[in-house]
């Protein structure tokens, strides 16, 4: 079972492995449209395309972030209609070093299903090595997925208001420092951060060739900014709920497992005006 990175060698072996199903998640945040038009262009033979708004995410409410959690009954139902049922090899990509497609790791994850790994340097690195693509549909065959929603993998935004108040808990936000910072806000109304909150951006989890750094430097990294406090009491966060998952995937990798998700993040957290909120280093 692969339940943190596969790498391109490794699913090039298993193209038409029945027991494998493989995911596209490729998504631009400023174009929504951008993936699905890019996977009509060229994907991994037998890929599914997963769009993040309307396939791993529900409804936007006024209280809510600008992904929220999507219902387990319909996501399961839709990764049934995809062939997907609970004995299957997952492997998810796509071409921003792994932004997306976390999102649908940490959501399989979170429906009971650990058999879900990130294509390791995503298309671009497939590409590099020359290996197959095609615009051709996959053949689907129904299935059905039974989920088992694991509830404990994330917080609420009480949660994330008391953790970052608690000396023995810290709450990671993943976005880019000028984000954090408050210098830049490209996609929600107020810039900032969740005070007490520190920055580790996703794009430190990566080497220079797209893949992930290595276990061990993973590990020697969030062990320095954990400083002393145990891997499962971290809390991640990001703008909506979907980069987050990088830095969770990178524990996992590190072998600091048990950090939970803030799905709202800061777009949820600036909801509600009456919400503390910092800039600043």
């Known amino acids: 079972m692969r339940s943190t990175l596969v790498s391109t060698e490794d699913l090039s072996r298993h193209l038409d492995d029945p027991n ?11 174009d929504q449209e951008a993936g699905r038009r890019a996977y009509r262009h060229g994907h991994i033979p037998s890929a599914r395309y997963v769009h993040l708004n309307d396939d791993l995410s529900s409804p936007i409410t006024p209280t809510s972030g600008r992904h929220p ?22 492997v998810v990509y796509d071409d921003s070093f792994g932004s997306m497609a976390v999102r649908m790791w940490w959501l399989l ?19 590099r ?19 088992r929603p694991q509830n404990s993998m994330w917080a609420d935004v009480a949660e994330v208001d008391q953790a970052r108040q608690d000396h023995t808990r810290v709450v990671i936000d993943a976005r880019p420092e000028d984000r954090y910072s408050g210098e830049r806000e490209p996609l929600d109304k107020v ?28 590990r020697t ?61």
């Open 20 to 30: 494998w199903i493989v995911f596209d998640c490729r998504f631009t945040l400023t």
């Open 191 to 218: 810039a900032g951060h969740i005070p007490g909150s520190i920055n580790w951006t996703f794009e430190e989890n990566i080497d220079f060739d797209g893949t992930y750094l290595p276990a061990e430097q993973l």
């Open 221 to 281: 990294a969030y062990l320095d900014l954990l400083h002393g406090i145990p891997p499962e009491q971290a809390i991640h966060s990001c703008g909506s709920g979907v980069t987050a998952c990088h830095n969770i995937l990178a524990m996992e990798i590190a072998g600091l497992p048990g950090g939970k998700l803030y799905p709202g993040s800061w777009s949820e957290w600036i909801a509600d005006p009456s919400r503390p909120v910092a800039t600043g280093e």
């Open 129 to 147: 090595h020359k290996l197959p693509v095609t615009t051709e549909l996959p053949e689907i065959i129904p299935a059905q997925f039974f989920p």
């Open 109 to 127: 994850r979170w429906l009971g299903h650990d058999a879900v790994a990130l294509l390791d340097g995503g298309l671009p690195l497939w590409m």
């Open 69 to 90: 959690l999507p219902s387990t009954q319909l996501l399961s139902e839709k990764l049934g209609f995809w062939g997907m049922d609970n004995t299957k090899q997952v």
